[in-house]
């Protein structure tokens, strides 16, 4: 796998444009928001922002997955982002079941104990006033993608036991200090299983993502989508805040 300093580039580069668009792509949606409760937007208008909002995440999903082929390490620790945002990350990312969990702070419902009442008709949040058939078919789906995380992980533990399993321990014994040629073929065909893993959870989380959308309505989804990009541009702020109060109690 390469590791040279301009892949590590790349992948900063990509991150930092997208996180970037992210600023952008919230005020559209907040505008459109706006402009939809004033009856300016109607519901085709909103189905092709949202449209645009996930080819744009798509398109994101494909640049990772071409530079994580090249070195996929830094996708699992990556360097341009802070402790804070790391510390939340899994495979690489968010776990899809958080985008599901948030629906439901959006609506302000604690899932065990308001889930039978919400059924029964009861209006619980301010959330567009989800229907009992929505909040049905999102529960569903958050199970089904819970049970899919938990392969992930199970692959992901597997992956990483590997490292110090075969072929890694004969290669450890048999090591050339001078060359060090032994650790290469075990290392690139680790690399592609973490990349082929990443690629698969980014599939997961795109699939998540359209199938919430489709489940909204269209000022929901644009709402929920402004919501989403909310907590991560904040999610970045808080860390770089705390690095910035961490590097003045060291100074």
Request: contains cysteine; hydrophobic residues 35%.
């Amino acid at each position: 796998m390469a590791n040279s300093s301009s892949d590590r580039k790349n992948e900063e580069n990509l991150y930092n444009t997208w996180m970037n668009n992210q600023q952008e792509e919230l005020k559209e949606l907040q505008n459109a928001v706006v402009r939809a409760r004033k009856n300016e937007l109607n519901d085709d208008e909103l189905n092709e922002l949202l449209r645009k909002m996930v080819n744009n995440f798509q398109g994101y999903a494909n640049g990772r997955s071409r530079l994580a082929r090249v070195d996929v390490s830094p996708f699992f620790a990556p360097t341009w982002c802070t402790p804070l945002e790391n510390s939340v990350l899994w495979i690489g990312g968010c776990r899809p079941s958080t985008f599901i969990r948030l629906i439901y702070a959006l609506c302000g419902i604690e899932i065990q104990s308001h889930i039978a009442r919400y059924l029964q008709g009861m209006k619980i949040g301010e959330f567009g006033h989800l229907s009992g058939k929505q909040i049905t078919m999102i529960d569903k789906l958050q199970r089904q993608i819970i049970l899919e995380e938990r392969r992930f992980s199970s692959r992901l533990a597997s992956l990483q036991e590997d490292v110090v399993d075969q072929p890694f321990a004969m290669a450890a014994r048999i090591y050339d200090t001078e060359r060090g040629e032994n650790e290469i073929e075990p290392l690139n065909k680790h690399g592609k299983d973490m990349s082929n893993l990443l690629e698969e959870v980014d599939e997961l989380r795109m699939k998540t993502l359209k199938e919430i959308l489709g489940i909204l309505t269209p000022i929901q989804g644009v709402e929920y989508l402004a919501a989403t990009k909310r907590i991560r541009l904040c999610l970045q702020q808080w860390g770089k805040k705390r690095e910035q109060e961490h590097n003045s109690d060291n100074n």
